[in-house]
């Protein structure tokens, strides 16, 4: 009877683990296909386009106003009129209008690998935020994606450690955009100029200047 217990219990072990396996094998599994379907991602030896999308408007777009194709080439070439850049992008402004639709081709003249990456979209259609090509050295990568219709200017650049801090930068106006962003080569300054003042300054200068008379006023009408 003993025996027979014991079988049994290891029996019910043994289908136990072996569901939990399976159970565990599905899982990561699944959560691998949602990690890909979420990025929307083509990933191969030559590169990367991440959240590429051509069809999903924006919330706030009823159709798509404009088409617009880039062709941006990578190379160190670019940099040479730039001191201080080792890497280049032969474009660092894009100007587009509102709910258009873009097509980059990312062109990688270079050894090394770039990226060429956009920040700041509607995270609720691109995922983080950002649209994405990766080109390994001599390759290229093609991609569209399409922009909410406010005025905004967005970021540019390379993601890969010291590439847009030498050179690869730039900036994706849509609409009037909403200013320049810092240290864009040909576009901007490479400083960025912070006054660390809070923005409701000017209202306080104008309000001790009022302050300041009023009392001087008083003062000297109290000394007649």
Known sequence: MCSSLKSRFLAINIFSFAILINFSVIA???????????????????????????????????QVSQEYEFEVIAETSYAVEFPGNIFGLSQHEYKVEPCSRITVTFINQDE?????????????LYDAGMFHLEAAGGQQQTGTFIVPSEDKTYLVHCDIAQHMEKGMKAQLVV?????????????????YMDTYLPSYSKLLVIIAFIIGVAVTTFIILNKQ
């Open 175 to 191: 609409g009037k955009g909403n200013g320049d962003l810092w240290g864009v080569p040909s576009i901007s300054n490479n400083f």
């Open 28 to 62: 990561q599994e699944a959560k691998v296909d949602h990690s890909h379907h979420h990025h929307n991602m083509s990933l191969d030896e030559t590169g990367m386009v991440m959240n590429s999308n051509s069809t999903k408007l924006p919330r706030d777009c009823q």
């Open 112 to 124: 090394v690998r770039h990226q060429w990456m956009v920040h700041g979209l509607p995270k609720y």
